[in-house]
């Protein structure tokens, strides 16, 4: 009967680790993400995408679509954007 609650707790820790680990990777794709969406938006000189017309919101989501990929982070385009945003002075940082 130890042997079971042993493995009990064994197995409980082991989740509890394995959710931090994926919540830990979930938030440091969704920062990188909003870094980038943020740096779009400057590209752009707006603060939200509700300023653009139907035909520029196309371009705008086209243009994130293949600037981002998902868990690879951005592709030399989106490195582009990013840089260029924070050299223009963009306080493109998430909290």
Same mark, same amino acid.
């Given at each position: 009967m130890n042997?079971?609650?042993? +493995?009990?707790t064994f197995s409980s820790a082991a989740n509890t680790a394995e959710a931090t680990k994926i919540s830990e990777e979930k938030s440091a794709l969704q920062k990188e993400y909003q870094e980038? +969406?943020?740096s779009m938006l400057h590209k752009y000189d707006i603060s939200s995408v509700a300023e653009l017309s139907d035909e520029d919101k196309s371009k705008f989501f086209d243009e994130l679509s293949t600037g981002y990929?998902?868990?690879?982070?951005?592709?030399?385009?989106?490195?582009?954007?990013v840089k260029d945003a924070e050299e223009d002075g963009a306080d493109i940082e998430v909290k």
């Open positions: 042997n079971l609650k042993s +493995f009990e980038y +969406f943020m990929k998902a868990g690879d982070g951005t592709n030399d385009t989106g490195e582009e954007v």
